[in-house]
Each structure stands twice: as structure tokens, then as C-alpha cells.
């Protein structure tokens, strides 16, 4: 393959050029541009239509990336070349390629967006409300606190991607539904969801009596996308049997020392509680059936959708560092 494709422009990619060591920062990050050779028998060329940023880059990038490596992540692409018949010129598929804006693919790691996607509905929502991150709120919701109507569920990051799902799929479900977010802005935007409660754990004088306020008779179910402190102060004040989602613990993603305790047992024991860990890949099989659901839901107005998009591809590393700062209410993606 010495040939490089005479039609196609310059691909650029960020890579991580140095570990993270603690909050990102700008000089972590370096934009290179590569040159892609022409698509053979089976393969396509693709560009980058929307880009994710996620909190999962942050701990995964320590793990699975070395230094000068492509940053990992999920994309909307459009098909600009083809020699494959599955993904004709024109379609759009998501695929994990990383940061980057033209990829080529054989098609093996590709997904063609749901042949029923609204054509007035943006193609980023592929990558939020009817993506990742709302399968992700489904599967917790479903399979793990296997929540039922009239029970009370906590969310924290509640204004983010995960978290406006969670709480509008909990409402759906009859449940009463608690929020916390960083901003008096999405403590507003989760009142206009529907949800029953909704505060500012910054601006709170205490977090333990803001809990205690919103729900006085405690927590059936804690969808936790934050960890840390916060769990700490949740953790007493879950009902008999409750059952905790562990999603997240954004909150100690940048931490180079391991936090302490208080430690979970004694509440585990003697309120007998369900603490599970998930992740979103565990139900691969059951993701054409819910997307389909997400979707409806949303075409019949019961699933509401918001995205903080930021221009630019050449503007990802801000982007991320933004979401990681609490900068989004609801899904942080990137406009190519
Ligand atoms: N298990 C899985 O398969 C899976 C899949 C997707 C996501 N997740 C996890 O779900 C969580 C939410 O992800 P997302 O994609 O929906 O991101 P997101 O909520 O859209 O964005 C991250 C949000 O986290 C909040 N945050 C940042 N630092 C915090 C801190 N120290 N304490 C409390 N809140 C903090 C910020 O909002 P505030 O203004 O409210 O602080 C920020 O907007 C993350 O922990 C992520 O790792 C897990
Ligand atoms: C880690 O990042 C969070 C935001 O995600 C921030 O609130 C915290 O101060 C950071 N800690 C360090 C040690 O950089
Ligand atoms: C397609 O490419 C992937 C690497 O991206 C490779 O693992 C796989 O074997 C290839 N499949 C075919 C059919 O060539």
C-alpha cells in the first residue's frame, strides 16, 4: 500500500502525547495529520461528522493507550468512498476509531445508524440520548437496580448525558426521582425534565441534609455516576434493600492517590443493600431492541434530548477538558 489516496484530504488526529497527571491539560494533546491510502475490495473511507467526548477517556487512557497513541473514543461518520456494498456512499455509521477525521475501515468495527432514524433528527443524538450513554442509563435503571414504580431514585451528574436519561426513563417509570448537579442552570433544565427534586451539591450548606430534605424517608435505588465524598454521604441514607448502580466515580478519575473511606460495609450489612458495578457493554445483545426503544420514546416527546456541541474538531481536547469541568448540560459531542 505505498499509494496514498489522491482524493482524500489530510486526516487529522490528536493523540495523547503525555499520561495525564491529574486534570488534563492542553500540552497532553497533539494534533498530527496522517495520509490514508485508497480504499480496496471490502473497505471504506469515512469522515468524522460528530465526535464524543467522555468521561471514560480520562481513567481508560492510563490502561489501554500509550504515549503518541490516537485518544480512543466513538464517532458519527459519513461514507465518502466505498468498496463495500453493506456501506454505500452516503450512509452514516458510528464506529470507536478515536480522534480522528477520515478513517479507513473494512467494515468489521462499523454500525450503520438504525435504518429508522428520523431524517430531522441530528445524527449526534448516536452518540448521547440514543447511544452509549442512554443504553447506559437503561441497563442501570433495568438490569441492575431492576427499579419498580414508587420507588425513589438518586442520580448524581444528573444534568450530564447518562443522567438526564436516567431520570426521565425512572419519571417514565412511575418512580420519584432526585438529581444533583454542579450549576443553578441544570438544576433548572432537570426541573423542566420532570424530575420531582433537583439541587446544587456545590452551592448546598450540606450535602447530607440536602439528600435528607429531598427524599426524608431515604433511597430505594442510587444510580452513582460520581463516587468519592458524595457516595459517603449517600450511603446512610439508602432504604432496606436498595440497590446502588455503580456507574461512575467521575470524581476520582484525575486522583493520583488512591481516597479513603468511610467504608461502605456496615450500611451494606445491616440495611442488606445491592451494590453493583456495570458496564455498558455487558448486554451487547439487547442494544438493537433498546435503541429502538430510546427511539421512540423521543419521537413520542417522552424522552427530551440536550447536547452542549462545541465547534471543531481542532477544538476536541478543550472539548473534553470542558465535560470533565462540568462545562455541558447534556451530551458533550464535537461538530467536525
Ligand atoms: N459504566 C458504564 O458503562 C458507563 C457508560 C457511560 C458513562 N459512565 C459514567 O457515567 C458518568 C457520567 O457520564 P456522562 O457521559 O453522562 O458524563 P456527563 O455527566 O455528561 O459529564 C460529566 C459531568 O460530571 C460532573 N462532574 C465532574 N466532576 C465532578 C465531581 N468531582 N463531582 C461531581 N460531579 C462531577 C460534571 O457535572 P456537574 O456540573 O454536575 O459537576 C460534568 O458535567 C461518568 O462517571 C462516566 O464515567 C459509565
Ligand atoms: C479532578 O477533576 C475534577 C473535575 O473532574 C476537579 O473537580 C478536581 O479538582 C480535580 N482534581 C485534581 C487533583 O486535579
Ligand atoms: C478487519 O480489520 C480488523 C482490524 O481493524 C481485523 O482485525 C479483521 O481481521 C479484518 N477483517 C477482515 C475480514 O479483513
Redesign the pocket.
Known amino acids: 500500500r505505498l499509494l496514498f489516496n489522491a482524493l482524500s484530504p489530510p486526516t487529522q488526529v490528536w493523540t495523547l502525547r503525555k499520561h495525564f497527571q491529574g486534570f488534563p491539560k492542553n500540552t497532553d494533546f497533539e494534533l498530527k495529520e496522517e495520509k490514508l491510502p485508497e480504499p480496496q475490495n ?1 473497505e471504506v473511507l469515512l469522515e468524522a461528522v460528530f465526535l464524543s467526548v467522555d468521561p471514560y477517556m480520562r481513567p481508560y487512557s492510563r490502561v489501554q493507550m500509550k504515549e503518541g497513541d490516537v485518544m480512543i473514543g466513538q464517532q458519527v461518520a459519513r461514507v465518502i468512498q466505498s468498496k463495500n456494498l453493506k456501506f454505500p456512499v452516503g450512509s452514516h455509521v458510528t464506529t470507536h476509531c478515536g480522534w480522528r477525521t477520515h478513517y479507513l ?2 467494515g ?2 462499523l454500525v450503520l445508524v438504525l435504518p429508522e432514524w428520523p431524517k430531522n433528527l441530528p445524527l449526534s443524538l448516536a452518540l448521547g440520548a440514543i447511544g452509549m450513554p442512554g443504553l447506559t442509563a437503561l441497563y442501570g435503571l433495568e438490569e441492575v437496580c431492576q427499579i419498580k414504580s414508587g420507588e425513589t431514585l438518586l442520580v448524581n451528574a444528573a444534568a450530564g448525558a447518562v443522567g438526564i436519561i436516567v431520570g426521565q426513563i425512572a419519571k417514565l417509570k412511575g418512580c420519584k426521582v432526585v438529581g444533583c448537579a454542579g450549576s443553578e442552570d441544570k438544576v433548572a433544565f432537570l426541573k423542566q425534565l420532570g424530575f420531582d427534586e433537583a439541587f446544587n451539591y456545590k452551592t448546598v450548606r450540606s450535602l447530607e441534609e440536602a439528600l435528607k430534605k429531598a427524599a426524608p424517608d431515604g433511597y430505594d435505588c442510587y444510580f452513582e455516576n460520581v463516587g468519592g465524598h458524595f457516595s459517603s454521604v449517600v450511603m446512610p441514607q439508602m432504604r432496606e434493600f436498595g440497590r446502588i448502580a455503580v456507574c461512575g466515580s467521575i470524581s476520582m478519575y484525575n486522583d493520583t492517590e488512591p481516597q479513603k473511606g468511610p467504608y461502605v460495609h456496615p450500611e451494606m450489612i445491616f440495611k442488606q443493600l445491592r451494590m453493583e458495578g456495570f458496564l455498558v457493554h455487558r448486554w451487547p445483545h439487547k442494544h438493537p431492541e433498546s435503541l429502538k426503544r430510546l427511539l421512540a420514546w423521543q419521537q413520542q416527546g417522552k424522552l427530551q434530548w440536550r447536547e452542549h456541541v462545541t465547534e471543531g474538531f481542532v477544538n476536541m481536547p478543550a472539548a473534553f477538558m470542558g465535560m470533565l469541568k462540568g462545562d455541558n448540560i447534556g451530551k458533550a459531542v464535537v461538530k467536525a
Request: proline residues 0%; aromatic residues 0%.
Open positions: 471490502g475501515s473494512n468489521s468495527d
